[in-house]
């Protein structure tokens, strides 16, 4: 895409989105110095559009800077103020910097100022979740289901919540009553079985992703989630029959590394690491793959020690 975009740029030098294009994909390959020099000629060229500043937090964003994140995103309020992203930038940066209280305040100010935006609770929502306080999340829950009663993805957080506080009972009603309710959101019916899974309740798990593959066979997320049930439950056969039946790309990195895992239980730690070893000889600017395989390197070799 550098290459395709480096070409569109040559041939129409001053629209904004070859640089755009071209920032984007050396960020995604973790060339972050380019990407910053992409976006700031951005800048000069069209200093009234944000996608150039945007550009620059999503850098520092992928290098989890969140000191520069946070100095960007107040350069971006100050320029764009009519939009809610810079809050949302900006509060997510002080909770990674664990400055709580100014997070809370950037949500809280983006609730107020945007009120159909569902982003301010969820901020909210996230900056709980990130101090482990899950009666502050359930609470902020609460009043996001109150207040945007249509955004279904607070009712299943809201289950999460009493997941963590440890109310399995209620939770696991919680969520059976939520599919009943949304029978097209197939996030109550995971949100139980992942509850299942980490009361490892592994049996009880997978029926309940069976189930919800059944309903919504195109949601490649739920397939991944049902083959790693299995592979706890040690059964790599129906975890691959899985994999063939209902996920897409078996090409993707993603998919690749689920493969392998799948392997590892049907022919041995040897097997996994030489597949490993191929991947990332294929793909060794990947960071997914460099690091799952320095891993299995390392625990493979304790477990001999």
């Given at each position: ?9 040559e041939?129409?030098?001053?629209m904004?989105?070859s640089y ?17 020099a992409?976006f ?9 559009i944000?996608q ?6 999503n850098?520092s964003?992928?290098?989890n ?14 320029q764009?103020p009519?939009?809610?992203?810079g809050?949302w930038w ?6 990674n ?11 809280a100010?983006?609730?107020?100022a ?14 709980a ?17 109150e207040?945007l009663?249509k955004h ?6 809201r289950?999460?919540?009493l997941v963590?506080?440890?109310?399995f ?5 919680y ?5 009943k ?7 109550p019916?995971?949100?139980?079985a992942?509850?299942y899974?980490t ?5 009880k798990?997978i ?5 919800a ?12 989630q049902?083959i790693n ?5 040690n059964?790599?056969e ?12 078996h090409?993707?990195?993603t998919?690749?590394?689920l493969?392998?895992?799948i392997?590892?239980?049907?022919h041995g ?5 030489d ?7 294929k793909?060794?600017?990947?960071i ?5 395989y ?10 001999e020690v």
């Amino acid at each position: 895409i550098i290459e395709r975009a480096t070409a569109f740029r040559e041939k129409f030098p001053h629209m904004w989105q070859s640089y755009w294009w071209v920032g984007q994909s050396y960020k995604n390959q973790y060339q972050y110095a380019p990407a910053y020099a992409e976006f700031e000629k951005l800048i000069e060229l069209s200093p009234r559009i944000h996608q150039g500043l945007e550009g620059l937090i999503n850098v520092s964003q992928h290098e989890n800077d969140w000191q520069k994140t946070a100095e960007l995103s107040k350069q971006f309020i100050e320029q764009f103020p009519h939009m809610w992203q810079g809050y949302w930038w900006l509060g997510h940066a002080h909770k990674n910097l664990a400055e709580y209280e100014q997070a809370e305040q950037q949500f809280a100010h983006l609730m107020k100022a945007f009120p159909q935006n569902h982003y301010g609770i969820q901020g909210l929502i996230d900056t709980a979740n990130h101090q482990a306080n899950w009666q502050s999340a359930l609470a902020w829950c609460d009043a996001g289901i109150e207040l945007l009663p249509k955004h279904t993805s607070f009712y299943s957080q809201r289950g999460t919540a009493l997941v963590r506080l440890k109310r399995f009972d209620e939770a696991e009603s919680y969520f059976l009553a939520l599919s009943k309710q949304f029978p097209d959101d197939p996030s109550p019916l995971t949100g139980l079985a992942s509850m299942y899974y980490t009361l490892r309740k592994w049996e009880k798990s997978i029926i309940t992703l069976q189930k919800a593959l059944l309903h919504f066979p195109k949601q490649e997320h739920i397939a991944r989630q049902l083959i790693n049930s299995y592979l706890i439950y040690n059964e790599p056969e129906d975890a691959l029959s899985i994999f063939n039946q209902y996920l897409g790309n078996h090409d993707s990195i993603t998919n690749q590394l689920l493969l392998a895992r799948i392997y590892q239980i049907q022919h041995g730690n040897g097997y996994y690491l030489d597949t490993l070893e191929a991947l990332y000889e294929k793909h060794p600017e990947d960071i997914s793959v460099a690091i799952t395989y320095a891993n299995a390197l390392i625990n493979l070799t304790l477990e001999e020690v």
